[in-house]
């Protein structure tokens, strides 16, 4: 009898390993992501590399200014690593935005937050203000002001979830925009990195870039 529920047990694991292996996977778009024909910016603040993004500013800027991507997308995850330099500066990442200037490539939508007191909240740049905040107490514990802190965004449908450093910071349904009220909260648009105004010699960087399309057919 056990030699019989043995050979059973055996035979269970051999049908169901190809039917595992065969489950599809979703793709790494990270190097048609990072591509250096899917972005716009202003070439004296902003370098690409392989798997990076940094921002750096010679003098105030003078104005909120974005490296963006031409691709919109929809539903994605991103990961990151970043960190302001000292811990100077403010900077953050929008989510299916618009370029509303392509000469100083302004950029107006929601945004997953870096810096001071405003890690890891979404708001909504030209857009009406903060969507959804985070306590200053929980981003005290759990930011590294001055080090890199691992940053995950990830977007599906109408939910937005921004992790730092594992903890989650929001995650939630946004339908709307906070300005004009009640506008619908866009379903895809472009990605793009900020320098902040006010700084005149802030530095950030995004290293160890992953991406993922979700919304892809």
Known sequence: MRLACRTFVALLAVTVLPLCSACPAVADDT??????????????????????????????????????????YSDFELSFKVQLRDGVGNSGVQIRSTLRDDKKFIVAGPQADIGEQHWGSLHGEGVGGTMKGVDAKKVAAVVKAKEFNEYKIVAKRTRITITINGET????????????????????????FQAHSGYPDMRVEFKEIKFKNLGKK
């Open 31 to 72: 190097e048609d992501f990072l591509k250096p024909d899917n972005w716009v910016g202003r070439a004296d603040i902003w370098t690409l590399g392989k798997d990076s993004i940094v921002g750096a500013t010679k003098e105030d800027p003078k104005y909120n200014t974005f490296f963006a991507t031409k691709t919109k």
């Open 169 to 192: 910071m929001v995650d939630d349904d946004f339908e709307t925009l906070p300005a004009p009220k009640g506008t619908p909260a866009p379903h895809t648009g472009i990605i793009a």
